[in-house]
Each structure stands twice: as C-alpha cells, then as structure tokens.
C-alpha cells in the first residue's frame, strides 16, 4: 500500500468504489451548480494534480469504516471523484491519519504504520507455536478421552464386583 499524507484534505473516493464496491451511490450528496457560493460550491475543486488538471468532485460522502487492528471506528467525510478505472481508489487525507492516529511518530520522529506488520521470522515463530499449541490439545483431549473410558471400565469392574459379593453373600446365607 502507498500512503501519501500530502492531501491536505479530509479524503478522496472514487465514485466506482461507491457504486462497485460499498453499493452506496444513494448516499453521494451531490453538488448543485447553482449554488455558486456555498461552501459545498467552493469544495468541488478537490485538488490540482501534478500534471496541472484540476481534479473536481462531483459529491461527498460520509463514511464509517475501521482498519483491520482498529478497534476504532472513524467517520470521514469523503469527496466524490467522477472516474472508471483510475490508479487509486481512496486517498486518505493527513487530517484524517493526523486526528485519528493511524501513524504515531516513533523514535527520531520518524513515522510507523500502526500496527507493525510482522516480519517472515515472527510469522513463522507464531505458526510453530499454534502448531505446537495444537499438538498439545490434541493430546490433552486423547488423554481425557482415555481417562474418561478407564474410569467407566472401572465403574463397570465395580458395579460386577458388588453384583458378585451380593450374589455370593446371598448363596452362603441360603
């Protein structure tokens, strides 16, 4: 994944994902020409683009989402980018990765991704240790499962054992 923190903006949204993906086109409050000076009016300019071209939004929605290790949910407000098949599909504004912490500075003010993603070695320390974690309910469940059906041989040994001391016991009297 690439970050760019540079949009100084809350996010940006393809309207593809919109329709494709979250099938949430009825949500896109869109922009009306004729309101030349509200703010909505002002805001459809989203950004200017390296090449030049003004890239203009055609509405804004507002999302709530979280990341895979968040047990925040964030609400942003996204622009509506008009579009098939561009090279993105949400830019996450530095307001919205500031406010909500989605990287914290570390060490020397450098910037982590949070969570950390795991390296090949811890991945597969993780994997050994459910494996042997794994190994070891499975012979814990032998076990019980071997000690559940001696302790029934025992109860039945015994239960013939008082069947017999009673029989015997009634033969001797008679």
């Known amino acids: 994944m690439i970050l760019d923190t540079g949009y100084e903006g ?6 593809q994902v919109v329709r494709d993906i979250l099938d949430m086109r009825h949500a896109v409050t869109e922009y009306d020409d004729a309101k030349s000076h509200d703010e909505e009016s002002t805001n459809k300019s989203a950004c200017v683009c390296l090449n030049g071209e003004e890239l203009r939004a055609i509405g804004k929605i507002t999302l709530r989402w979280k990341g895979r ?3 925040k949910v964030i609400i942003t407000t996204f622009l509506v980018i008009p579009g098939e098949n561009l090279l993105w599909q949400i830019v996450l504004g530095s307001p919205v ?3 909500n912490g989605i990287l914290v500075t570390a060490g020397f003010g450098g910037m982590l991704p949070v969570p950390q993603k795991k390296t090949a070695e811890e991945r597969a320390k993780d994997k050994q240790r459910r494996k042997e974690h794994e190994d070891e309910v499975a012979a814990n469940n032998a076990n019980v499962i071997a000690h ?5 041989k025992q109860k039945q040994k015994d239960a013939r054992n008082a069947t017999d001391t009673n029989s015997s016991g009634s033969k001797s009297r008679g």
């Open 10 to 15: 809350h996010g940006l949204i393809t309207y």
């Open 69 to 71: 290790a968040f047990r």
């Open 97 to 99: 990765i500031r406010d």
């Open 148 to 152: 559940k059906k001696e302790k029934e």
